[in-house]
Structures are given as C-alpha cells and as structure tokens.
C-alpha cells in the first residue's frame, strides 16, 4: 500500500478548518421560541452556549431563505431575505454576532442547483420570451410523442423524489428539468447571467458576514448532454446518479466560483457531491488548483444500499466500510476530507451502524463517535449525534413528512409492492429519522417546542435528552466534547497518517495515526460481544489512555462496543 506522505506544510492560517469540527443545525427541528412548532432562528439563538460547552468551531445552518417547504427550504423562492417561519433578517445578523463573539464561524446552505419555482427567477422563465427562459431546462417534447403524455418527456431521467424528472408545463408546451421535486427547476448553469446571479448572491452573504457555504448537490450543476440512460428495471426511468453528477464543465464552473468569490478570503466551503469519485474530490479539494475546502462525499453512507437503494438496506458492512476509509484517508492526497456519518439526509448512525438498544446504545454512539473522529478530517455532528439520538419507530404512511419517503413510497404502492413489504425498508431509511425534534429535556415536546411539533418527538427523548447528559460526565455528550477537545489540542489527531490494522475482521475498527514521533492506536469492538484483541498488534498495555468508552479490566479485550485510544509514542 503505498502511503502518500503528506507534506510537513504547516497549517496555513487559511487552513485553520483543518483542525476545526462542525455542527450542523436543521432550523425546523432544532428549537422553536415562537411556539408554532416549527424550529426558528430565536431558538437557535437560545442555545448558542451550548454549542460553546460542545466545542464546535463553525456551524452550518441547513436553509432558513425564502421557500414554499416543498422541501424544507432546500427549494427556494429568495436566496437574499429569510423565510418568516424562521425569522428575518435581523435574526441572522444577530446570530453572525453572537456566533462570532463565542469564536464559532458560520456556514450558509448554498442550494443553486436548483430554485423553487415560486422564484421570480423561474415565474418569469415560464414566459417562452422571457430574458430569463434560458435560466432553467426548457425542452420541447420528445419527438412524436402528444406533449403532456407519458413517454414525451424529453429524455427517460428519474428525480431523486421518483418519477420523471421534466414537468410539462402546458402555458408553453414545453417541459422544464427538476432533478429533485417538480417544485424545484434545475438551473441552467451553461447560462453567464445565471452564473453572475448566483456569485452576487454569495458576495452578498460574505459581505454580511458569513463564513463559507454548504454547497447543495454541486456537481449536478453541469448537466451532461441530455439524452436518455439506461433504464432502472420496473421504472421506466433511469435513476443512474452517475449520469448526472460531475458533468463536463463542473471544474470549469467551480474554478469561475473560486475565482470571482472564493479566492483570497479565510473560508471553509463544502461541496455536496453525490455520486463523486475520490479522484474527482482529490482535485476539487487541492490546495493549489481546487476550489472547495473539502466535498461530502457518499460512497460509505451508500455502502448498506439495498437492491433499490437506502430504502431497502442492509446490515452495516464493517470490512467494506473500513476499505472506503483507507481509500479516501490515503487517496485525497494534498486534498481534504470531510467525516460524517450524520445529517438531515440520513438515518440516525446508532442505529444504522451502531446498536441502539437499551444495553448497548451510549456505548456504541460513543464508540462511533471515536471511530469517526478520529480520523484525518473535518468531522461533522449533526444536531442530536451528540446525544445518541437513535430513528423514529415510524410504523404508519401518516408518521412521514419527508418527500423523498413518501414519493418512494407511492412509487413502491403504483408497482403493486404491498404496504407491509414497503414499511420497514422506508423506516430505517427515511430522512424523518434525522429530523424529529432535537431533544433538550425530559419536558414536554423535548423542551423543542411548547406546542406540537411539526414532526413527533421520538417516545424516548425522557432518557436521551440534552440536560441529562450535560450533567454526567460519562454521556455521550461529553465524550463528543472529549474528542473535540483532542482535536483541537492534538497534531497527531487533526494530520496523523491512518494506518488501517486488521482490515478484514469485521468485529473490529483498529488503526493507528502517526504524525513525527506522535503515534495514537485506536481500537473499537463494533460488535455487541467481547472481542479479544489480536495477536500483533503494537504493545499498548501499559500506555495511557486518551480517551476510552469503558474502564480497562483486561487490556488484551474489548467489551461489547468498547473503544479506547492509546498514546502509544
Ligand atoms: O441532498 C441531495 C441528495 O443527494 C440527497 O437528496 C440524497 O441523494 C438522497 O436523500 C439520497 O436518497 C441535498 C439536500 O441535502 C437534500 O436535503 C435535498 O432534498 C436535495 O439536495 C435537494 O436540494
Ligand atoms: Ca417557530
């Protein structure tokens, strides 16, 4: 294996996210102050100690803009004012400051793949002599077919939602391309004027104060040439993500990002790019020529895909999963990597990868807390990762409000899939899971809201809530904390080379990291039974443990979902 050494560069000042961990808060179920049960702005600003107590160095704030909701504001209708449900402007500006005064950054969610179609933008593309119809995707309708009749869509693409992804639009007769809801028109990034919007609208948000940006399904916005792909079986449709991600010009139009709003500032920026390779996140992410300071990448959250994807997984594949690490540790050369296992697009990881049952559910958050964050990265904790937050037990079609879940589940009932065979895939995957109200108490509604929320609070936020474990040291909480603290104090931790050790045993996570003469040795039991370590590994007896799950009673075992790190130089 050969290692790619990475340079001794001492951290530039402009790297300083290197070393940095961030939080993401979902607005709408974070905490709600106005009582409508909707999470909003004067709520996060209710918490903003605790995420000082935490130690988190940036947060990044999923959209609060303008928008209908068809996605929960992932479809935007003005990128340059707040939506009322969670505040105004004034309520931003007063959370840069309080942000800024406790030394923590903030990150804005970028979404402009896309709009809502309630933006002015698009209201006036649907006018075929519109200055603007050449923002988004208008096409005529496939040859020889009646327009506004099944088959006539230009070309045979999936949304990520299910179904096509062209809307006739019969003011025009022609069809618009929305690769995610018929609410949310792809714009046409081949377009300068659209290109110039959208970089006004970013300089615009830096000059507020912001700190850098999320960026939404940003190697979708250079469309490949528009024909059909191959067909996913039963659908009618071709669902091929690699069909659309990384189109040709995406280097060109991120470079053009870097040079007429990046370049020159102290940012972080974070591509998400699903569907993207590491070669391809190795050269965004380069110091030297990429523009981004690090991508979202999704092969590992892809790795317990079932035959029609996450809504049908399976068990959590260690070995696979530990091959990816190396992969991308290795790979990303002079780039960077994000870590993460959570956010509002994917299950609770407790749950997933993890055992969230009575016995074994703090053990095992914490171990893959260690797991995660000690890798060489910028990790992410999604709001209630710190806690152990575990899934919903959604049992019912009414308990969802995620669009994707539902348009998957409709989909699944119009091919004849029997409700019951539908419902445990959808449960375990949906995005809901990430998304019920954060839990602050053992109150009512979880201390999120004083009245319903908009999505039910998971029946166990009386044990898993943010005030119990601030007042035990031993919680999950605080040994996120622990981490964070490692992080920031130890080179070894934020540039350490990982080593991968025993990649086949699928029981266990051990690697080590080795900056200079620094060398840590972290080893996990992924499993719900005691594991005894192998032969040969490095001795570690009698070395100090930085921070472990469990008291040590015999150094050569570990007990179900224990994990320690060791100083081994
Ligand atoms: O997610 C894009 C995306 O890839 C996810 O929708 C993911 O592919 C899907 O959930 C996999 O099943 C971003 C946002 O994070 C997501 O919340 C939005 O719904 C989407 O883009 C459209 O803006
Ligand atoms: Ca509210």
């Not at 099944?150 to 929305?178: M, V």
């Not at 990303?332 to 559910?361: A, C, K, T």
């Not at 719900?528 to 015999?554: F, K, Q, Y």
Request: charged residues 25%.
């Amino acid at each position: 294996m050969t290692s790619i050494v990475h340079s001794a560069r001492a951290a530039r000042p402009d790297d300083w996210w290197r070393s940095a961990v961030v939080y993401q808060i979902y607005p709408r179920s974070f905490a709600d102050a106005n009582g409508d049960g909707i999470g909003d702005i004067k709520g996060i600003l209710s918490h903003l100690d605790y995420l000082s107590m935490l130690g988190v160095d940036v947060v990044w704030l999923s959209p609060v803009f303008r928008s209908p909701q068809d996605d929960n504001g992932y479809d935007i209708s003005d990128y340059q004012d707040i939506d009322p449900l969670f505040g105004t402007l004034d309520d931003v500006d007063k959370l840069i400051e309080e942000l800024h005064d406790r030394g923590i950054k903030l990150v804005m969610d970028l979404v402009v793949n896309h709009t809502s179609d309630e933006h002015p933008w698009f209201e006036s593309s649907r006018d075929p002599q519109s200055p603007k119809r050449d923002w988004y995707w208008w096409r005529p309708p496939r040859e020889g077919h009646e327009p506004g009749t099944p088959g006539a869509e230009p070309t045979n693409w999936g949304s990520f939602f299910s179904g096509p992804a062209w809307q006739y639009d019969p003011r025009s007769g022609e069809y618009y391309l929305h690769l995610f809801s018929r609410k949310q028109p792809d714009l046409n990034w081949e377009n300068p004027e659209v290109r110039t919007a959208v970089f006004d609208m970013m300089s615009w948000w830096l000059e507020r104060g912001v700190d850098g940006f999320r960026m939404d399904v940003i190697n979708l916005i250079s469309k490949p040439v528009l024909a059909d792909g191959p067909e996913t079986p039963g659908t009618g449709l071709c669902y091929d993500l690699s069909l659309v991600a990384d189109g040709h010009r995406l280097t060109e139009f991120l470079g053009e990002m870097h040079e007429r709003v990046l370049k020159g500032r102290n940012l972080i920026s974070v591509g998400e790019m699903p569907g993207t390779t590491l070669e391809k996140a190795a050269r965004y992410t380069d110091p030297q020529t990429g523009a981004l300071s690090m991508v979202f990448q999704f092969e590992h959250v892809m790795l317990d895909n079932g035959p029609t994807g996450r809504f049908d997984s399976k068990p959590w594949p260690w070995v696979e999963y530990k091959e990816n690490v190396t992969r991308w540790q290795k790979g990303i050369g002079q780039g960077w990597n994000s870590l993460y296992f959570e956010n509002h697009d994917q299950p609770r990881s407790v749950s997933r990868m993890g055992d969230d049952s009575p016995r074994f559910r703090e053990a095992s958050a914490k171990t893959l807390a260690t797991v995660l964050h000690m890798q060489r990265g910028t990790p992410y904790v999604y709001q209630g990762e710190e806690l152990g937050m575990t899934n919903y037990p959604f049992e019912a079609e009414g308990d969802f409000r995620d669009i994707e879940t539902l348009g998957y589940l409709h989909q699944a009932l119009r091919m004849g899939t029997p409700l019951e065979d539908v419902l445990p895939g959808l449960a375990r995957g949906s995005r809901d899971n990430a998304r019920t109200p954060m839990q602050w108490d053992s109150g009512v509604n979880a201390g999120f809201s004083e009245t319903g929320p908009w999505l039910a609070v998971n029946p166990n936020a009386a044990e898993i809530n943010a005030a119990a474990q601030l007042v035990d040291p031993d919680s999950v909480f605080h040994h996120y904390r622990r981490l964070i603290q490692l992080r920031h104090d130890d080179k070894v931790v934020q540039l350490g080379e990982l080593e991968m050790l025993f990649p086949d045993d699928e029981r266990l996570v051990i690697f080590t990291r080795t900056w200079g003469e620094g060398q840590l040795l972290v080893l996990a039991n992924v499993t719900s039974e005691p594991v005894r370590l192998p032969l040969g590994l490095p001795d570690h007896g009698a070395c100090e443990v930085v921070i472990g799950t469990h008291e040590v009673d015999d150094v050569d075992v570990l007990a179900g979902w224990e994990s320690r790190v060791v100083r081994l130089s």
